[in-house]
């Protein structure tokens, strides 16, 4: 995510023109909470909803708050005064736990609430209609996968290493973190975890180049939970004299932002966790319950198909997970991996 906070506190974002007025009024309006779209994967997450919202004939109404969960409490606090009728909520919340009143407060509204991005807290199942989005864990598992491959091919001794995770106070990496060291527990060992101020590169950077010497001839390896971290990472590596792929392996496991660091093969490799897939998978969830009027039990992984996204005849679970799938580090690889319809440089470069 980016955090540079010139542009307005909250913004409010209106979709749904492809539909026609008089469809988009028969279905109403779906208001969803988000952080700050000047982080480029948000960005593209809105895109996605509100594609999925002006097929299915809704109004979307974005409504973002500035990297702060106060400030999101209070827009909330304001949607719901208002008195407008919705069809139901989309609720991304930046601090997942310190949002929980904020998400009782919409359930309690009557309105479906479909949670978006971070996985839902333990114990609050009662307050939202369904989940629908990324996997972190899954993404987490991932990453631990990718590295361990480029391990045992590379011929990098891999043994020390360290995480470079999410901001403080977001889950979701809380649940990467948890994801990549239980699947590399007994494998690697994690000398250290240290939390970035941001999502992208600036933030990546400040925070690489201070472990890196500071472990100086111990980091065979770094985890950095997305591709813009995991560049930024690579590049402090350098400075420090370690040639990224060959004296230290880097993975982000996330496609964020520029894919050059993957395709160079400078980050071990990737996968697709696609913004745009994510909000358009939101919105259609909410519309599937709309629709049909039930949720079932448990949860699905929606199919990773290269040419087309689920259909909304599907039945909506009370947890429905992104696809994940894994990429190579070539340009090639890059090439050949699709997702739902939209190429791997279409899903995790912008």
Same mark, same amino acid.
């Given at each position: 995510?980016?955090?540079?906070?010139?542009?307005?506190?909250?913004?409010?974002?209106?979709?749904?023109?492809?539909?026609?007025?008089?469809?988009?009024?028969?279905?109403?309006?779906?208001?969803?909470?988000?952080?700050?779209?000047?982080?480029?994967?948000?960005?593209?997450?809105?895109?996605?909803?509100?594609?999925?919202?002006?097929?299915?004939?809704?109004?979307?109404?974005?409504?973002?708050?500035?990297?702060?969960?106060?400030?999101?409490?209070?827009?909330?606090?304001?949607?719901?005064?208002?008195?407008?009728?919705?069809?139901?909520?989309?609720?991304?919340?930046?601090?997942?736990?310190?949002?929980?009143?904020?998400?009782?407060?919409?359930?309690?509204?009557?309105?479906?609430?479909?949670?978006?991005?971070?996985?839902?807290?333990?114990?609050?199942?009662?307050?939202?209609? =369904?989940?629908? %989005?990324?996997? !972190?864990? *899954?993404?987490?598992?991932?990453? @631990?996968?990718? #590295?361990? $491959?480029?391990?045992? +091919?590379?011929?990098?001794?891999?043994?020390?290493?360290?995480?470079?995770?999410?901001?403080?106070?977001?889950?979701?990496?809380?649940?990467?973190?948890?994801?990549?060291?239980? =699947?590399?527990? %007994?494998?690697? !060992?994690? *000398?250290?975890?240290?939390?970035? @101020?941001?999502? #992208?590169? $600036?933030?990546?950077? +400040?925070?690489?180049?201070?472990?890196?010497?500071?472990?100086?001839?111990?980091?065979?390896?770094?985890?950095?939970?997305?591709?813009?971290?995991?560049?930024?990472?690579?590049? =402090?590596?350098?400075?420090?004299?370690?040639?990224?792929?060959?004296?230290?392996?880097?993975?982000?496991?996330?496609?964020?932002?520029?894919?050059?660091?993957?395709?160079?093969?400078?980050?071990?490799?990737?996968?697709?966790?696609?913004?745009?897939?994510?909000?358009?998978?939101?919105?259609?969830?909410?519309?599937?319950?709309?629709?049909?009027?039930?949720?079932?039990?448990?949860?699905?992984?929606?199919?990773?198909?290269?040419?087309?996204?689920?259909?909304?005849?599907?039945?909506?679970?009370?947890?429905?997970?992104?696809?994940?799938?894994?990429?190579?580090?070539?340009?090639?690889?890059?090439?050949?991996?699709?997702?739902?319809?939209?190429?791997?440089?279409?899903?995790?470069?912008?």
């Amino acid at each position: 995510m980016n955090y540079k906070m010139s542009l307005p506190i909250a913004a409010v974002l209106l979709a749904g023109l492809c539909a026609s007025p008089a469809l988009a009024e028969d279905k109403g309006v779906i208001v969803a909470f988000v952080p700050s779209s000047t982080n480029p994967y948000i960005g593209q997450w809105a895109k996605g909803a509100q594609a999925k919202a002006g097929e299915l004939g809704y109004t979307l109404k974005v409504i973002e708050n500035n990297f702060n969960q106060a400030e999101q409490d209070s827009q909330v606090q304001q949607q719901l005064a208002s008195g407008e009728k919705v069809a139901g909520y989309v609720w991304w919340p930046f601090e997942n736990a310190a949002g929980v009143g904020s998400l009782r407060a919409l359930s309690q509204s009557g309105a479906p609430v479909i949670v978006s991005n971070q996985y839902p807290i333990k114990g609050t199942e009662a307050y939202w209609t =369904a989940y629908a %989005g990324a996997n !972190d864990f *899954l993404s987490g598992k991932t990453a @631990a996968e990718i #590295l361990l $491959d480029a391990c045992a +091919k590379s011929g990098v001794k891999c043994d020390k290493g360290a995480i470079i995770r999410f901001p403080a106070g977001v889950s979701a990496g809380d649940d990467r973190a948890t994801g990549f060291q239980d =699947a590399v527990k %007994g494998k690697l !060992d994690v *000398l250290t975890v240290v939390p970035t @101020a941001g999502f #992208l590169e $600036d933030e990546g950077y +400040k925070v690489a180049a201070q472990i890196i010497p500071a472990n100086k001839g111990q980091l065979t390896w770094l985890y950095t939970e997305n591709d813009s971290l995991a560049g930024a990472a690579a590049q =402090a590596a350098r400075e420090n004299g370690l040639v990224p792929g060959k004296d230290i392996l880097i993975v982000g496991g996330t496609c964020h932002g520029d894919s050059k660091h993957v395709k160079n093969g400078e980050i071990a490799g990737t996968a697709i966790q696609s913004g745009y897939w994510e909000g358009w998978m939101a919105v259609q969830a909410l519309g599937k319950f709309n629709t049909q009027g039930k949720v079932q039990d448990g949860e699905t992984y929606l199919a990773d198909n290269p040419d087309a996204p689920p259909a909304d005849s599907d039945p909506v679970f009370k947890y429905n997970f992104l696809p994940n799938p894994a990429v190579g580090n070539s340009q090639a690889a890059y090439d050949a991996a699709k997702m739902w319809g939209k190429s791997a440089d279409e899903l995790c470069n912008f």
